[in-house]
């Protein structure tokens, strides 16, 4: 193993090749803990001619975070031929170790495996599910672009799986969180019904403003279609 110490501002963080949805700032802040604990972390793992971070992401963010971004860390070193042998490399670290990944996780490392010509099975192996799991996977959680892209969707817009999405529902995707609609609805219900939202918010009640606008159009449009 090859090792060597870095600056944190070298290392690169590539999401293009980021196995995961996103970097979540909750274990960012549960490895801060540790970390300040004492406990002793493994260094993270980076390509040798790029410095993009293949493993550890959630390390590094903790680490620029309490060190700052000119301290300098250990850091064990892989050289690469391909982005493909490291995308592949990263997946496998991803899912032997640390958070478990979702099946939107999933999802997306087969979608990005997909653009960079990586055999399905492939992916399948390093992630240690069949490859018809992961195509059951894929076709729960992607929809696909007007011009046949395919895009991962969480479990908030999961009624769109597999549909063609329109640039609007493309850019909800890339927002809308892992909770359904009903849930959110009940949520907005309960703060309501118990008269706990904050009224001296105002940008907050604009917004509530435009929300009743749009149920009250999105309501009517139904019933103006039934009685054409």
Do not use: W
């Not at 970390?35 to 993009?52: T, Y």
């Not at 550890?56 to 060190?67: I, Q």
């Not at 799991?133 to 799986?161: D, N, Q, S």
């Amino acid at each position: 193993m090859k090792t060597a110490r870095l600056p944190l501002s070298e290392l690169v963080e590539d999401l293009d090749v980021y196995p995961r949805a996103c970097v979540f700032s909750g274990h960012v802040t549960e490895l801060e803990e540790a970390f300040r604990a004492g406990a002793e972390l493994p260094p993270p793992i980076i390509d040798a001619k790029s410095k993009r971070i293949v493993d550890g992401f959630h390390r590094v963010r903790m680490l620029r975070r309490v060190l700052g971004p000119d301290a300098e860390i250990e850091v064990e070193v892989r050289r690469y031929r391909t982005d493909a042998d490291l995308f592949l490399d990263a997946v496998r670290l991803n899912a032997g170790h640390g958070r478990r990944m979702s099946s939107f996780d999933v999802a997306r490392c087969a979608r990005i495996a997909e653009t960079l010509a990586i055999d399905p099975e492939q992916v399948a192996t390093v992630l240690s599910v069949r490859p018809e799991r992961l195509a059951g996977i894929r076709a729960v959680k992607e929809a696909v672009t007007i011009e046949g892209t395919r895009v991962p969707i969480r479990r908030g817009l999961a009624h769109l799986a597999g549909r063609t999405l329109s640039p609007r529902q493309v850019q909800a995707a890339r927002t809308i969180g892992g909770q359904t609609p009903l849930y959110h609805a009940n949520q907005l219900i309960e703060l309501l019904e118990s008269d706990s939202l904050p009224a001296e918010d105002t940008v907050l009640l604009a917004r509530l403003a435009l929300l009743r606008d749009l149920l009250a159009a999105h309501v009517a449009a139904p019933a103006e279609a039934a009685t054409a």
